[in-house]
């Protein structure tokens, strides 16, 4: 699976994807960005689904990493 994150530079710009479609992050990658721990990160994303914006389904999926351990992409 080809995906694509959005980073932040030094001066704090964002750099997103043209390709949305592609755009999947790790919570790892989630909780660098957004400078938050890991425990905030699934509080929001909890409230998030909570609050019916967006759903697991649409935003949510699996991926086996090089070493076989699965993570969670959003």
Same mark, same amino acid.
């Given at each position: /699976?080809?995906?694509?994150? !959005?980073?932040?530079?030094?001066?704090? +710009?964002? $750099?997103?994807? $043209?390709?949305?479609?592609?755009?999947?992050?790790? +919570?790892?990658?989630? *909780?660098? /960005?957004?400078? *938050?721990? #890991?425990?905030?990160?699934? #509080?929001? !994303?909890?409230?998030?689904?909570?609050?019916?914006?967006?759903? #697991? $389904?649409? *935003?949510? &999926?699996? &991926?086996?990493? $090089?070493?076989?351990?699965? &993570?969670?992409?959003?």
């Amino acid at each position: /699976m080809k995906r694509t994150v !959005i980073t932040v530079d030094g001066n704090g +710009e964002l $750099s997103i994807p $043209s390709n949305l479609q592609d755009l999947w992050m790790s +919570e790892g990658e989630l *909780v660098d /960005m957004l400078h *938050v721990t #890991a425990t905030k990160l699934h #509080a929001m !994303i909890r409230s998030i689904y909570k609050d019916g914006l967006l759903t #697991a $389904s649409e *935003v949510q &999926q699996k &991926q086996e990493t $090089s070493n076989g351990i699965w &993570q969670t992409l959003y």
